[in-house]
Nanobody, 111 residues
Framework: QVQLVESGGGLVQTGGSMRLSCVASRTIFNNVRMDWHRQAPGKQRELVARITSAGSTEYFYSEKGRFTISRDIAKNTVYLQMNSLKPWDTAVYSC?????WGQGTQVTVSS
């Protein structure tokens, strides 16, 4: 079974940027869609961004334009570039594909 491992989280100030990575244990991204989700403290998990097997992207959060999902098939990696971060972006960010979830990476945006 494929495994997903996220990295790149941490602490950043409001207005800063961060790039999250999701590495798969084997090649899958050219065959499946991959999603980035986030779960803020006390809130339900929400879908943030999606990249399809064909490489098309979709965004599901209210302030579209700040986040960009991309992938590097050769590196088995999906990225989430986050710019102009706000305190309400603080959450655990997780990637998902084929019903498999990574362990998540914490993003904290200080005001």
């Amino acid at each position: 079974q494929v495994q997903l491992v996220e990295s790149g989280g941490g602490l950043v100030q409001t207005g800063g940027s961060m790039r999250l990575s999701c590495v798969a244990s084997r090649t899958i991204f050219n065959n499946v869609r991959m999603d980035w989700h986030r779960q803020a403290p006390g809130k339900q998990r929400e879908l943030v961004a999606r990249i399809t097997s064909a490489g098309s992207t979709e965004y599901f959060y209210s302030e579209k334009g700040r986040f960009t999902i991309s992938r590097d098939i050769a590196k088995n990696t999906v990225y989430l570039q986050m710019n102009s971060l706000k305190p309400w972006d603080t959450a655990v960010y997780s990637c998902e594909g084929l019903g498999v979830w990574g362990q998540g990476t914490q993003v904290t945006v200080s005001s």
